[in-house]
T-cell receptor
Framework: KQEVTQIPAALSVPEGENLVLNCSFT??????LQWFRQDPGKGLTSLLL?????REQTSGRLNASLDKSSGRSTLYIAASQPGDSATYLC??????????FGKGTMLLVSP | SQTIHQWPATLVQPVGSPLSLECTVE??????LYWYRQAAGRGLQLLFY??????ISSEVPQNLSASRPQDRQFILSSKKLLLSDSGFYLC???????????????FGAGTRLSVL
């Protein structure tokens, strides 16, 4: 059974810092990995999707990497802003787009 | 463009009452559809998914059921709610591509269910 772990569970940084969120998964037989953002009481917004054959994806200040063989992914956020404050979720697709989620990293960026 | 609708946004129900949550997708055909639950202190858990009308796969044994009466409609139901059914329920869709679906999954705004 696939298990996804995210570290740290919470992170508080001052504005402008670069930061890294970590995600690990136990079964490397995945189709892709997706990073989401969730604001309090809201649904999920997709940030980046990395196919199993890819090593990284970039969108603006976000960069996600994938090392499938070691079961790890990282989300790098450059020059963090208060608007980046949210919970970040990592999810792996093990077929039919059935996603297994980590519990998330709650990020707070202070001005 | 495609959109996904979920309702109601919030719901407070007594223990033992029935439940019906509805999700509809617009602007696409034959999507894969999903129901997730996010309980306090726990991660998002996949409850059901559907790859076509009348085709429902259940991921975990529970007090809930799902149905897909139309191509773009997905319904989550219960005959008698339990306290443990409280949580944040999210519907999602992805374009159909079979087992190797590689597309982004899109989520609705969610329903906050409180069972008292």
């Amino acid at each position: 059974k696939q298990e996804v772990t995210q570290i740290p569970a919470a992170l508080s940084v001052p504005e402008g810092e670069n930061l890294v969120l970590n995600c690990s998964f136990t079964d490397s037989a995945i189709y892709n990995l997706q990073w989401f953002r969730q604001d309090p009481g809201k649904g999920l917004t997709s940030l980046l999707l990395i196919q199993s054959s890819q090593r990284e994806q970039t969108s603006g200040r976000l960069n996600a990497s994938l090392d499938k063989s070691s079961g790890r992914s990282t989300l790098y956020i450059a020059a963090s802003q208060p608007g980046d404050s949210a919970t970040y979720l990592c999810a792996v697709n093990s077929g039919y787009s059935t996603l297994t989620f980590g519990k998330g990293t709650m990020l707070l960026v202070s001005p | 463009s495609q959109t996904i609708h979920q309702w109601p946004a919030t719901l407070v129900q007594p223990v033992g009452s029935p439940l019906s949550l509805e999700c509809t997708v617009e602007g696409t055909s034959n999507p894969n559809l999903y129901w997730y639950r996010q309980a306090a202190g726990r991660g998002l858990q996949l409850l059901f998914y559907s790859v076509g009308i009348g085709q429902i796969s259940s991921e975990v044994p529970q007090n809930l059921s799902a149905s897909r009466p139309q191509d773009r409609q997905f319904i989550l139901s219960s005959k008698k709610l339990l306290l443990s059914d409280s949580g944040f329920y999210l519907c999602a869709w992805t374009p159909w591509q079979g087992a190797s679906a590689k597309n982004i999954q899109y989520f609705g705004a969610g329903t906050r269910l409180s069972v008292l």
